[in-house]
């Protein structure tokens, strides 16, 4: 069974960091990309980054680019999302998922407010 | 960046009712290898989204057959013959052929 647990989400204050992590277990986690995804409260869904299954790779859209990072661990099965500089408007559950988004986490709610 | 537009934003059925969401790219998809990257989600009051169909009309395993996608280029349909109560919730599609990957606002799927 495919499983991915998202961790590391919690209240913040604006401009402070934050780091995501998320074990993937049941598929050989380095044949895939993997990305972050996020669905602010009520909202629809917004991608956040992405990673080749090397890691060699990533992407970003403006809205985080700069002061997001995405990384892996192929040995450890484990996906990061390291947040820095982060405003209210970062509030948000972050799905961990796979390439072509076949594969979900529960998500792990962030919350940026002072 | 591109914009994809879904229609209709609400979605009220009955049991057994054939309905059809519209997702619409201000450009197109198609990718330079051939691949239409434009996919279909469900998600389910509470829930996680899950995969429903991937590029365009590949149906998901595990997805009951009711659930089919199709078009090309800018302009596609998901259909669900015969909506079951396990149906209901927001659907989003989502195009993966231009960076950044964007999603459709969403349709929600209510009983009527």
């Known amino acids: 069974e495919v499983q991915l647990v998202e961790t590391g989400g919690g209240l913040v204050q604006p401009g402070r960091s934050l780091k995501l992590s998320c074990v993937a277990s049941g598929f050989t986690f380095n044949n895939y990309w993997m990305s972050w995804t996020r669905q602010a409260p009520g909202k629809g869904l917004e991608w956040v980054a992405s990673i080749t299954n090397s890691g060699g790779s990533t992407y970003y859209p403006d809205s985080v680019k700069g002061r997001f990072t995405i990384s892996r661990d192929n040995a450890q099965n484990t996906l990061y999302l390291q947040m820095n500089s982060l405003r209210s408007e970062d509030t948000a559950t972050y799905y961990c998922?796979?390439?072509?988004?076949?594969?979900w986490g529960q998500g792990t709610l962030v919350t940026v407010s002072s | 960046d591109v914009v994809l537009t879904q229609t209709p934003p609400t979605l009220s059925a009955t049991i057994g009712q054939s309905v059809s969401i519209s997702c619409r790219s201000s450009q197109s998809l198609l990718h330079s290898n051939g691949n239409t990257y434009l996919h279909w989600l469900l998600q389910r009051p509470g829930q996680s989204p899950q995969l429903l169909i991937y590029l365009v009309s590949r149906l998901e395993s595990g997805v009951p057959n009711r659930f089919s996608g199709s078009g090309s280029g800018t302009d596609f349909t998901l259909k669900i013959s015969g909506v079951e109560a396990e149906d209901l919730g927001v659907y989003y599609c989502v195009q993966g052929t231009h960076a950044p990957y964007t999603f459709g606002a969403g349709t929600k799927l209510e009983l009527k």
């Open positions: 998922t796979s390439g072509a988004f076949a594969y």
